[in-house]
């Protein structure tokens, strides 16, 4: 039988001191953040390790603590006309803590003079304001509101505040996490020292993140098990490619050395430019491919780019509606679009579209929206393929033909609105909880989902491509 990972069948790895307060323990902050501290710590340059919070009740803290919190990153893929096919036993993470559980240790992190950073991924949706949320909560229930707690309880003690880099893939998501706090602070009556405090000892940053991570590698567990001679239930695939974009200031290139350990980390005073490109090029696509591929049977981002209907639709979609909103010279964004396109075609990582699924709503929101109302704006007609991966969406969200995976808020807002179906489309689409707007105003938009609702409905999302397409 084979051994679990663990410390006991691997001594030599080193637990370095916390450093870092990590919110969110899935996939992609092992495979990001934490596997970039450990490049760090390779280097001698970091000494540190993560501890990691849960920012829901179910989490992955048990089966990070049978092991010991290592793990194995395996990264799969071409980086510079080179494969890659690299496993390595991550030993940054200290320990994972459930504050639902064990809110005392969540405090008590605020003790630490050694922490100093604090990251997050707790998805698009994790960074928002739920009014009613109580300082008396063990825990408060949003992220912001954990995170409000531990910074007041960091306060009462008289100790440093902390460089706060959260990850999740809202635009200006340092900022609009700064104000949420701020928001609790006032709402608990936590009194303007505080507010002072948080101004003046705390760095909230604003960033940009880029790997993609399909995460657990279910169909080849058992091959890797063998070749690696251990068992890791917490193991992660990734692409070799990483782009992380931090908007802070210069110091902090000293203070978290990720780009003198060679790292594609990028320290700037304005990261706009960045987050256009990777968020509309990028995560745009991801966001729109998703719900037209499962409705079709497909089941992972390769099987998209290998089928000529589809991947003719990503190139279209990519080439006639994003770059042409996009303010920054033509020939760069085409170049950074052949490169996604070309870690799509990663013939090493299985990226499941369910995966990408998650969350899908806040997604569209954020990656593919802006685009469709700048370009209704602009040329007086909306984005076809937008429209259509839009309507596909909503169809997907009936729960019918495709699995959900929201928040119990957003999907209650969609069994109702599915509840008369021959309203539905004016129902969500004037929902400004969910898309900060009534879409229903916008000239054509619900004629054109009604449309496209009825066409999925007659045929499968490939004819309707066809169509589109040519």
């Not at 940009?208 to 695939?237: S, W």
């Amino acid at each position: 039988m084979t051994n679990r990972l663990s410390r006991s069948t691997h001594p030599e790895l080193t637990l370095h001191p916390e450093r870092m307060i990590q919110f969110g323990e899935g996939n992609f902050m092992r495979a990001f953040v934490d596997w970039q501290l450990q490049q760090m710590n390779n280097q001698g340059l970091f000494n540190g390790s993560a501890v990691l919070v849960q920012p829901i009740e179910q989490g992955l803290g048990g089966f990070m603590a049978a092991q010991d919190n290592l793990y194995t990153v395996l990264l799969n893929g071409i980086m510079d006309n080179q494969t890659v096919n690299s496993r390595e036993i991550i030993s940054s993470v200290s320990r994972v803590i459930n504050p639902y559980s064990d809110y005392g240790s969540y405090l008590a992190l605020a003790e630490n003079d050694e922490l100093e950073f604090i990251t997050s991924n707790t998805t698009e949706a994790g960074i928002a304001y739920l009014p009613g949320d109580r300082a008396d909560g063990t825990p408060p229930k949003s992220f912001p509101g954990k995170l409000t707690a531990l910074l007041h309880r960091r306060f009462e003690l008289g100790k440093k505040g902390f460089v706060i880099i959260p990850c999740e893939l809202i635009d200006r998501n340092g900022e609009k996490l700064q104000e949420i706090v701020q928001q609790y602070a006032a709402d608990w009556n936590l009194g303007g020292e505080f507010l002072q405090w948080l101004k003046e000892e705390n760095t909230f940053c604003c960033s940009l993140v880029d790997r993609i991570v399909p995460g657990y590698p279910r169909d080849k567990a058992a091959e890797l098990e063998a070749e690696l001679g251990y068992l890791d239930n917490v193991m992660v695939t990734a692409e070799p490619f990483l782009f992380w974009v931090i908007e802070g200031p210069e110091s902090l290139t000293e203070r978290l050395p990720l780009a003198k350990a060679g790292l594609n980390v990028v320290v700037t005073p304005d990261m706009t430019p960045y987050r256009e490109r990777k968020v509309h090029l990028l995560n745009g696509p991801h966001t729109a491919m998703v719900p037209l591929g499962l409705l079709a049977g497909l089941e992972t981002v390769e099987d998209i780019m290998n089928d000529e209907t589809f991947s003719r639709f990503v190139k279209q979609l990519i080439e006639d509606e994003l770059i042409p909103m996009l303010d920054l010279p033509a020939e760069e964004l085409l170049s950074y679009a052949g490169a996604v396109q070309e870690r799509f075609r990663n013939p090493f990582i299985r990226h499941e579209l369910t995966s990408i699924s998650l969350n899908s709503i806040s997604k569209f929101k954020t990656r593919l929206l802006p685009v469709l109302l700048r370009y209704q704006q602009e040329r007086g007609k909306l984005p076809e393929r937008i429209t259509l991966a839009f309507a596909a969406l909503l169809l997907s969200y009936r729960g019918d033909r495709v699995p959900l995976q929201d928040s119990p808020e957003i999907l209650e807002i969609f069994t109702q609105a599915w509840s008369d179906p021959a309203t539905f489309a004016s129902t969500i689409l004037s929902n400004t909880s969910l898309w900060g707007q009534d879409l229903s105003l916008l000239p054509g938009l619900e004629a054109e989902i009604n449309a496209h609702l009825q066409q999925l409905e007659k045929q499968d999302s490939r004819a309707a491509l066809q169509q589109l397409v040519g």
